[in-house]
């Protein structure tokens, strides 16, 4: 069982910036990929941002230039650098660990508890 524990979140400007982490614990298999998420009350929850073992990278339209995924492998930890942040990035974002299977593909997925990121003036 993995441990994925999020955090950094809390309220801020529209305009300003902020930096999450995900930590992963408890395990001694390598991780395959880390991923944002987020979610509001009335959506889906959508992957916003991706870092993967072969350092691929990619990120949601809406974040596009903005928002920041890296990951410190030796600590198991990725971080969001957020910018330029909008009222409508509001939400809850989670963090997904993907292991590695093996085989050099994604195997199991775990979930953190989330953490809210409020942009409000």
């Known amino acids: 069982q993995v441990r994925v524990e999020e955090s950094g979140g809390g309220k801020v400007q529209p305009g300003g910036s902020m930096r999450l982490s995900c930590a992963a614990s408890g395990s001694s298999e390598s991780i395959y990929a880390m991923d944002w998420y987020r979610q509001t009350s009335a959506n889906q929850r959508v992957r916003i941002a991706t870092i993967n073992m072969y350092e691929f990278i990619d990120y949601h339209d809406s974040v596009k230039g903005r928002f920041t995924i890296s990951r410190d492998k030796a600590r198991n930890t990725a971080y969001l650098q957020m910018t330029n942040l909008k009222p409508e990035d509001s939400a809850v974002y989670y963090c997904?660990?993907?292991?590695?299977?093996?085989?050099?593909?994604?195997?199991?997925?775990?979930w953190g508890q989330g953490t809210q990121v409020t942009v409000s003036a």
């Open positions: 997904n660990v993907g292991l590695n299977d093996g085989r050099g593909s994604r195997g199991r997925s775990f």
